[in-house]
Structure formats: structure tokens, C-alpha cells
């Protein structure tokens, strides 16, 4: 693509995004989503030269995939076949790196990044899915919006990624101004005291845990975060409807439905799907009524549960695990992501809770009604339907299959933590087993846990216990960029807990172990 191009496919680009009613946008999958998957995957097999190679080593002919059916059967891709096999270059549209305008990096279970690639138009397509939030459950087309960006900045995806995205948003015409402090916990609480009043609301975008840290630490100081109208944006990990309460209740919150919403994102592929007003609003009643959940979802723990649009990220699901296709610098046709979930249609969803005697969008519109949005210039006053209500399917997310575990929206895997147990002098006190889990105290916080096995003969003292943790803190800084960069300084250095060899709980003797637990 020479320049002269490059600059016309913006320019159309942005003024579609820029012209384009949100409305028209999320209804466009009614008639599309079928024709979208296949034009991709032709798109991608003809042009970019990783997936040409990918098919010709397992001898597919391009030619011969017509129909849904077909391409259903088609391999799926992932880091170990696909990424990671051919030269960064070839995985981009005619082998050119350079017509992607940024790059973003993620951490593998090494520490070594995987860079993922993009342009401009890849972002503006991943902005829908903030002006769903914007405009839906923030009302920012009428409200005057400070956004604060709290993820991490540099090459990690979240912070750049939603910046841009919030940008586009303001160009478009919602009154959001975006302000940048990234996971920086003193000049967050600066940037709100001495902005958020200039404002009619202020939302705070970060992981989950990190938010609630800088809520918790506001509080202690004697922030009044009511004053603010906060409003919050999230990625990264599952959280209870327990932690959104009592974070709604420590802000102020008036609409949990619509004060809140998190985004099921990936460094590979941007954002995928996001949570809705209608989305939460199942979620809640899911939560209450355990017995329905678990009808739903196969077992009783809850998952992340969002809406997604077809016609930008294509779901499928294949053995319990989840696949997606969407255009990005690295376009990607039937990824697995080693994601665990499912999805399940509009039409099945308002079924199936109706049949456990809940109407989710009457429930929504009570709620709405009883919000601070109810006011005579609303449109929730009139008989219309309220906002956040859109006839897309769910997916629902209950994490990694491949044992890692999500701190602060960083992957922890088993291996670093090994690292850190095969120091000298540590390795003779061990097995080498342990359990790695994320756990919340009383009050939701979250920390980081590691339950270490000890050897035969080893009692375990308080002294070696600081010590397996320093060390496993060293390695996990040294080898996990993401951890190094996403986790506050205080939250970083593990729980470690020694256990004989051998623990009922922990340690059974003759059974398969794990070493991570969600």
C-alpha cells in the first residue's frame, strides 16, 4: 500500500466511524454475520503469507470453503502453530509490517513479549465497543466526562489502546477529555481532586483490583468520591457481583447496571466483546440465584458475561474452548486463545431466563427508572426501551484453560513461580509442587497466593517461608514483564504459605496435581 492509499483508507475509515449512528453499527450483524467470517477468511488466505502457508502445509484449498459448515472444520490457529512459527512480517497482510502504524506487546509464560501489530482502522473499529459504554451506560453524548486512564502506558496494550479509543470518541462528538496517568496511584487521586469537579462525571479505566486499590487509598484520605459521579471501565480478570457492590457502594453508586462495565480484551485482537447494562443486569440475577447459573454455564462458579457484535469478532466454540476471527494488523481466522467458555444467542438468553421466571430488559428498564438517569430530559422518561438493550449474542469467559491465573490483568504462569523454587538453597526445603491462586480477603482485595509443598523432613520455618516468597517475587519480576509492569509495588510480593508433603487439601498423595486453582 503505497501513501496516497493509505491516507484514502483512513480518511473513509474515520468518516464512516465518524457518520455512523452506534444504533447502525450493532444492528448490521442481523443480516451479515455469516458472509463476514467467510470474507475474512478468503481476505486472509489470499493475502497474508503466514496463512497461505498454514493452509498449503495442510493442504486446504482456499477455493473449496463456501459455507459456514466448511469453514467450521477449518484448523484453528493459536500462538503455538500460527504466531509464533512465522516471521512477525509474513503474519501481517502482503508481508508488510510497515503498514501497520503501532505496535503493542504482551508477555508469554517466558517473560519473552509476543508484539502484535496495527493500524489506525483496526482501533477505530475496537472504539465501537467504548462508545457502547460511552453512550449507553454513561450517557457522555450529554454529559460532560473526564476519562481517566489508569492501565498501564508503554507497549502494553490496555492504556495506548484505550486512550486512542477514548480520543476517537471525543472526535466524534461525545464530551469525554481524556487524561492519562496510567497505573500511577498518587497522580490518579491528584488528577480527580483537582479536575473531577470541572466535570458532571468522572470514569475511572483500569483493572479491577488496581481501581479498588486507588478507591480504597482515595477513602483513607478522605476523598469523597461521591462528589464525582465515578463511573468504571475494566478489563483483565472475572470479579464477583459481591466486589461490584461493595465497590458501587464505596463510590456512590446509584445504577450498578450503568455505573459499571468491562471489557473482554486481548492483546492479540483488541477488545472482543464488552458487558452491557443488560449483560449486568444478568449477571446480578445470576448471582442470586446460583441454581440458574449453573444451568447456564455447566457449573456454579460465575463468569465474565458480555455482548459481542459478529459482524467484528466472530465466536465460536470447539471442546469447551472458545475461537474467535476479526481483522487486526494480525488477522486472525479461527484463534484459539486457550480462552474456556461459550456463547449463546440473544433469542436463547431472554428464553432461558424467562423460563426461570426473569424478564431481564423489564428488570432493566425498573432500574433505569429508579437511576439518576430518570430526569425529563432522558430519554428513559419516555416509553422507550432504555439504553444498553441491543439484540446481540453473549459470550461468556471463564479464563485461561492453560493454568495461568490473572493478577491486576497480568497473566501469572506456573512456570515462574517454579523459577523462583529451583533457587539454591530454596530447592532442598521443596518438592517443587505448589498451588498458585488469586484470593480476596474479607474486604476484596486481592493477593496473590502460593501454597508450597515442602520436602520430606522439612518443618518449615517463618525464616524459610520470607524467603521462598523473596525468591519467587525475584523471578516472577525478572521473567513476567506484564506482572512487573501491571502489579502495584505493595501488591507484588506473594502470600506463601508452607505445607507438609503430602497435604490432604493441598498435596494428595496419587492424584494428578495442579498447580494453579481459579
Not at 468520591?225 to 468504571?232: A, E, N, P, R, T
Not at 523459577?419 to 517443587?432: A, F
Not at 519480576?477 to 508452607?498: D, G, I, K
Request: aromatic share 12%.
Amino acid at each position: 500500500m503505497n501513501g496516497k492509499s493509505r491516507q484514502q483508507q483512513v480518511i473513509k475509515a474515520f468518516e464512516d466511524f465518524l457518520s455512523t449512528p452506534l444504533e447502525t453499527v450493532l444492528q448490521r450483524h442481523l443480516n451479515t454475520q455469516t458472509s463476514a467470517a467467510l470474507s475474512l477468511f478468503h481476505d486472509v488466505a489470499a493475502n497474508v503469507p503466514a496463512y497461505k502457508a498454514f493452509l498449503a502445509e495442510r493442504e486446504i484449498n482456499p477455493a473449496t470453503i463456501q459455507s459456514l459448515e466448511e469453514f467450521q472444520k477449518l484448523p484453528a490457529i493459536a500462538k503455538q502453530n500460527y504466531i509464533l512459527r512465522y516471521p512477525l512480517p509474513d503474519l501481517c497482510r502482503n508481508g508488510q509490517l510497515e503498514a501497520c502504524d503501532m505496535i503493542a506487546a504482551s508477555s508469554g509464560s517466558s517473560g519473552k513479549p509476543t508484539f502484535w501489530p496495527r493500524f489506525f482502522t483496526d482501533e477505530l473499529q475496537i472504539a465501537t465497543r467504548f462508545e457502547q459504554i460511552f453512550h449507553d451506560s454513561f450517557y457522555t453524548d450529554s454529559r460532560r466526562t473526564l476519562a481517566v486512564i489508569c492501565f498501564t502506558l508503554g507497549t502494553w496494550v490496555g492504556g495506548m489502546f484505550t486512550t486512542n479509543c477514548c480520543r476517537y470518541l471525543a472526535s466524534k462528538g461525545y464530551l469525554i477529555t481524556v487524561i492519562t496517568p496510567g497505573n500511577n496511584k498518587e497522580e490518579i487521586l491528584r488528577v480527580v481532586q483537582e479536575l473531577g469537579s470541572g466535570f458532571e462525571q468522572v470514569v475511572l479505566l483500569g483493572y479491577p483490583p488496581f481501581l479498588k486499590d486507588v478507591i480504597d487509598t482515595g477513602i483513607a484520605r478522605g476523598v469523597e468520591w461521591q462528589q464525582y459521579q465515578i463511573k468504571l471501565v475494566m478489563a483483565g480478570e472475572v470479579f464477583s457481583e459481591e466486589w461490584r457492590s461493595l465497590v458501587g457502594e464505596r463510590v456512590g453508586s446509584r445504577n450498578l447496571c450503568y455505573d459499571f462495565a468491562s471489557l473482554y480484551g486481548t492483546a492479540d485482537a483488541g477488545v472482543l466483546g464488552n458487558e452491557t447494562p443488560l449483560s449486568i443486569c444478568i449477571r446480578r440475577f445470576l448471582a442470586e440465584n446460583p441454581d440458574a447459573a449453573r444451568a447456564l454455564f455447566g457449573e456454579s462458579r460465575l463468569p465474565t458475561l458480555v455482548q459481542y457484535d459478529p459482524c467484528n469478532r466472530f465466536f465460536e466454540v470447539q471442546d469447551g474452548g472458545l475461537l474467535f476471527s476479526g481483522d487486526n494488523g494480525i488477522p486472525l481466522v479461527r484463534y484459539d486463545i486457550l480462552d474456556t467458555g461459550g456463547i449463546i444467542s440473544y433469542d436463547a438468553m431472554l428464553q432461558f431466563l424467562a423460563e426461570w421466571g426473569f424478564d431481564a430488559v423489564a428488570a432493566l428498564q425498573n432500574e433505569s427508572h429508579n437511576s439518576e438517569f430518570n430526569t425529563p430530559n432522558s430519554a428513559l422518561s419516555t416509553q422507550h426501551s432504555p439504553r444498553g438493550i441491543h439484540q446481540l449474542p453473549f459470550v461468556y469467559v471463564f479464563g485461561r484453560s492453560n493454568f495461568t491465573v490473572s493478577y491486576f490483568g497480568a497473566n501469572i504462569y506456573p512456570e515462574n513461580v517454579t523459577v523462583g523454587l529451583e533457587q539454591p538453597v530454596i530447592q532442598e526445603w521443596v518438592t517443587g509442587k505448589f498451588v498458585l491462586q488469586v484470593i480476596e480477603d474479607a474486604d476484596k482485595n486481592r493477593f496473590l497466593s502460593v501454597v508450597v509443598e515442602l520436602a520430606v523432613g522439612v518443618e518449615g520455618s517463618e525464616e524459610q517461608r520470607l524467603a521462598i516468597a523473596s525468591s519467587i517475587l525475584s523471578q516472577l519480576l525478572r521473567l513476567n514483564s506484564e506482572f512487573a509492569n501491571y502489579v502495584p509495588v505493595e501488591y507484588q510480593t506473594p502470600q506463601v504459605a508452607l505445607a507438609p508433603m503430602g497435604d490432604f487439601e493441598y498435596f494428595p498423595i496419587g492424584v494428578k496435581h495442579r498447580y494453579t486453582r481459579q
